[in-house]
């Protein structure tokens, strides 16, 4: 019975240091997700005598696209893989125009038109190509998607 409560004494102290060690357990953040993970854009026009629709398709994890549409299928022929720099610019300024929000739908033979999709969400807004009371951050927008390709892939 001694040599128990002497076991005890001894190991209790020790049992107690290593519980209470001065190295603390940190824990990692979690990385951000961006809100744009998960998300697409199209600028293109659609209408004329087809009906069909073209344009330029960029995900946010960098793929571009020449896409069309006709009738209900879609294709997408891949073009390049863009930086992440690029993407992540793209994407701000998508996200700065608050496609979400704006309701412009204009009914005519042609209409150009940008596209967001996340996840199983769309978000369209078009207009006649002739209009020029669209405001300019939709058209900045639209030409910075149209010309995303040529801008992205030139020789440096």
């Not at 049992?15 to 990692?28: H, T």
């Not at 998508?94 to 596209?115: C, M, W, Y």
Request: aromatic share 10%; with cysteine.
């Amino acid at each position: 019975m001694k040599i128990l409560s002497i076991i005890t004494l001894i190991g209790i102290p020790f049992i107690v240091l290593a519980c209470c060690s001065s190295k603390k357990n940190e824990v990692q953040p979690l990385a951000k997700v961006s809100p744009y993970t998960g998300m697409s854009i199209i600028a293109g026009t659609a209408g004329g005598f087809t009906g069909g629709s073209t344009g330029i398709k960029v995900n946010y994890s960098g793929e571009c696209y020449n896409w069309s549409r006709r009738f209900s299928k879609e294709d997408a022929l891949f073009a390049f893989k863009a930086s992440p720099d690029s993407i992540e610019a793209l994407f701000q300024q998508i996200g700065a125009l608050h496609i979400d929000t704006l309701t412009l739908h204009t009914a005519a033979n042609v209409v150009n038109f940008l596209e967001v999709r996340k996840d199983s969400t769309v978000y369209q807004i078009n207009w006649n190509p002739s209009d020029t009371s669209i405001p300019t951050a939709i058209r900045n927008l639209y030409s910075a998607v149209q010309l995303f390709p040529e801008l992205n892939t030139k020789s440096k």
